[in-house]
């Protein structure tokens, strides 16, 4: 399993249930990194995607303990040993986790590869993930040019698990 985050100086990524800013091009990056594949979310984060409805063009896997929740065009798992069942279904380089915290936290040191967009900015975040630089075993493997939107400076870093 992998994951794809974008994420603050503060590892801040979200607020309010959205997300701390808009950045198309980070947008067009996730796009090209999840399509075809598996996409591994908690049911907050599913609920903050367009509509609340899975993203098209790929397998939605969403995690909650809910034993109700249904959703049209979505895997529904109700544990994480029912998560590690049904992602053991596919070749683990095509399972993304996309978020959100809860989710992020509980497995980060289960992925292979980190993609992180690195947001050169703080902003004022009530969801946070683990610090990626103070994870032992991971290293950046790879970093995109700096970009820069609306004035704000991002990056994207692929950390890869070492051991
Ligand atoms: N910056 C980014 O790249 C990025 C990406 C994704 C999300 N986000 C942000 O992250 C925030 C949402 O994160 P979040 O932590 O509040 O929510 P979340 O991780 O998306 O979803 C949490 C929900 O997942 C379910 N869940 C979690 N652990 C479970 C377990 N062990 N067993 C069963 N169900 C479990 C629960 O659903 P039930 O309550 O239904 O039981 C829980 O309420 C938003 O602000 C969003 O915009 C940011």
């Known amino acids: 399993m992998n994951m794809i985050v974008a994420a603050d100086k503060n590892w801040g ?7 701390l800013t808009h950045l198309p091009g980070d947008l067009k ?5 999840t399509l075809g594949k598996v996409v591994v979310m908690g ?4 609920e903050s995607l367009p509509g609340g409805r899975p993203l098209p063009g790929r397998t939605n896997i969403v995690l909650t303990a809910n034993p109700f929740f249904e959703k049209e065009g979505c895997i529904v798992v109700r544990s994480m040993d029912q998560l590690r069942e049904e992602c053991a279904k596919y070749e683990p380089e095509n399972v993304m986790l996309i978020g959100g915290a809860m989710v992020y936290n509980m497995l980060m040191e289960e992925c292979d590869s980190l993609f992180i967009t690195k947001i050169y900015e703080e902003f004022d975040a009530d969801a946070f993930i683990k610090n ?11 970093a995109s040019e700096m970009q820069e939107e609306n004035g704000i400076k991002y990056q994207f870093l692929e950390y890869k698990r070492e051991k």
């Not at 990524?13 to 997300?19: A, E």
């Open 43 to 46: 049911r907050k984060t599913l």
């Open 29 to 33: 990056y996730f796009k090209e990194r």
């Open 13 to 19: 990524i979200g607020r309010d249930g959205g997300l």
């Open 132 to 142: 990626a630089d103070e994870l032992e075993d991971y290293k950046v493997v790879w």
